[in-house]
């Protein structure tokens, strides 16, 4: 029997690491989580899941506080940050219980403790819970102010020993400017690291794709808000961009 006729293609990936902001979690409405949405992308990852790959998560806070906008606006910038941390949290939190309403057992893991509500960052049994097949979704960034949820993302992607990270957005790749307001946006299928930083490419901040060039780690973007999209590309279908060395 052949691949084709009896089962479905294999990942080509093992273990990966998915990225979504905070505000991928607002759906239409624009500001807070939308239960709908968070269902809808927990459903993508319940499918990536069903394939055998081992996945962890890290999920930004912008949808409830951003450390940056509260720093611009008089906060101090480490109590700003702090804060962000904590929005990431409660998305991590929303995003486990629709995880595991798909029966997917799941571990926020935190780097600030709080120990009533999640588990502290130990990496070996981080580890270990994907081994066992659980999503550990990270949160609270790296536990330190100054760093974004991207270098977090990074930094556990490479303590995981994950294979590539997977930056979910709104659309189907890296452009040079924003496909949504510029029609004549260039579209890049492949790209180096060190021209996602001379070029200023939005995809990460420059400390996070420093650290994944540093390592070896690919980043792959592709758009969340397409039906199957997680999924796909991990089969080798679809359209995404891919960042490496």
Known sequence: MTETEGQEPKAAYRRVLLKISGEALMGPQGYGLHPPTVARIASEVKAVHDMGVEICMVIGGGNIFRGLQG?????????????GMLATVMNALAMQAALEAEDIHTRVITAIRMDEIAEPYIRRRAVRHLEKKRVCIFAAGTGNPYFTTDTAATLRANEM???????GTKVDGIYDKDPMTNPDAKRYDDVTYDEVLQKNL????????????????PIIVFSLDEPGGFCGILRGEGRA????G
């Open 202 to 217: 939005k995809v990460m901040d420059a400390s996070a794709i420093a650290l994944a060039r540093d390592n070896g780690l």
């Open 241 to 244: 961009t891919r960042v490496h």
């Open 71 to 83: 720093s611009a606006q008089g906060m101090e910038r480490t109590t700003a940050d702090y804060m």
């Open 161 to 167: 020993a994950c294979e590539a990270i997977f930056k």
